[in-house]
């Protein structure tokens, strides 16, 4: 039977949550990670564990037909490499960051600097788009650390919480690019295996859908529902049912989790009580 292969990180911060997707997929993995190949029971998928570094390179030389990989990874080693789907984990930007103590008014500021790094392509080609001259210094981790040891001016390196960079006393400039976890997909794909991407990809969707949402139920006193259902968004329009209690009815909608607060507050001024709040495991829509 034809089976789809799929890069997972071994491990490193996108292995669990990459994993979890999988699992929330409804798709099961045999056999633990210290394994670097496994295949699913339930869905036609082998998973082979590999470093995210060298994903770019098994997907373009066909080795797997997708991955689950960092954005700012294909910027720098796969601009040539398909995006199916963003995944929402594992977000971060690579940016440059100079001494806290060092001024930095614009990018010409940077011109016939070192900059230390592990992204050199990205890097350069954002040092070409502006027209600056600076010297790269390609480390491959501890990047924060350059400016400290005399080994470079500037650095570009992963900034998410920026508690790297505050430690080190450094601070963000530029953001060259933002990432998130996506699914990549090798250029050699076959056909018939993109039908199973294409069966993963709606399951993958469907959990991502949920996780944005939440099912929301409340009380309503007829006279004010209008006012209410103005309120509610949906997928398509709320679902209302007659309450036991003469005068009163139930509502059930769909609230996106980002605008939940603000539709809550404004519920209950319009009227509605017991509201429940409940948490979606997929969304088919
Ligand atoms: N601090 C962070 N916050 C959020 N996401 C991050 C952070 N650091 C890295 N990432 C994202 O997670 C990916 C994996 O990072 P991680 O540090 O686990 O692996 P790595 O050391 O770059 O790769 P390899 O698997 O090749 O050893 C990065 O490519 C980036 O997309
Ligand atoms: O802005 P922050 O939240 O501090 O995150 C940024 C740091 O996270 C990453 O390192 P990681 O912890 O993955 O270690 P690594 O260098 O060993 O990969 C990245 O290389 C930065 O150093
Ligand atoms: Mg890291």
Redesign the pocket.
């Known amino acids: 039977m034809n089976k789809i292969r799929i890069a997972i990180q071994k491990s490193?911060?996108l292995n669990e949550d990459s994993l979890a997707l999988l699992k929330d997929s409804g798709i099961s993995i045999d056999n633990g990670k210290d394994q670097l190949k496994a295949s699913s029971p339930n869905f036609p998928m082998e998973v082979f564990y590999l470093r995210n570094g060298d994903i770019p390179q098994y997907l373009r030389d066909g080795v797997v037909d997708i991955a689950i990989i960092g954005e700012n990874v294909l910027v720098e080693k796969g601009e040539d490499i398909e995006i199916a789907e963003k995944l929402g984990f594992s977000k971060?930007r690579v940016s440059m960051a100079v001494p806290k103590g060092q001024s930095y008014k614009s990018m010409a500021d940077l011109s016939g600097k070192r900059i230390a790094t592990s992204y050199p392509n990205t890097v350069n080609s954002f040092l070409e788009k502006n027209g600056i001259e600076a010297d790269l210094h390609i480390i491959t981790?501890?990047?924060?650390i350059a400016p400290n040891i005399g080994l470079a001016d500037a650095i570009v390196?992963?900034?998410?919480?920026?508690?790297?960079?505050f430690k080190n006393n450094l601070k963000e400039v530029e953001v060259l690019l933002k990432s998130e976890a996506v699914l990549a997909v090798s250029p050699g794909i076959k056909p018939e295996t993109r039908e199973i991407l294409e069966q993963l990809r709606f399951r993958i969707r469907s959990v991502l859908k949920a996780q944005q949402s939440k099912y929301v139920l409340m009380n309503a006193p007829n006279d004010k529902l209008d006012r209410i259902l103005e309120l509610l968004p949906g997928m398509r329009s709320p679902t209302v049912l007659p309450l036991a209690e003469e005068g009163w009815s139930s509502v059930h909608t769909v609230i996106n989790k980002d605008t939940f607060w603000e539709v809550i507050d404004e519920l209950k001024r319009a009227g509605a009580e017991g509201i429940l709040v409940c948490p979606i495991e997929k969304m088919v829509l």
């Open positions: 490193g911060r971060c981790g501890s990047v924060e390196d992963i900034v998410s919480s920026g508690s790297t960079l």
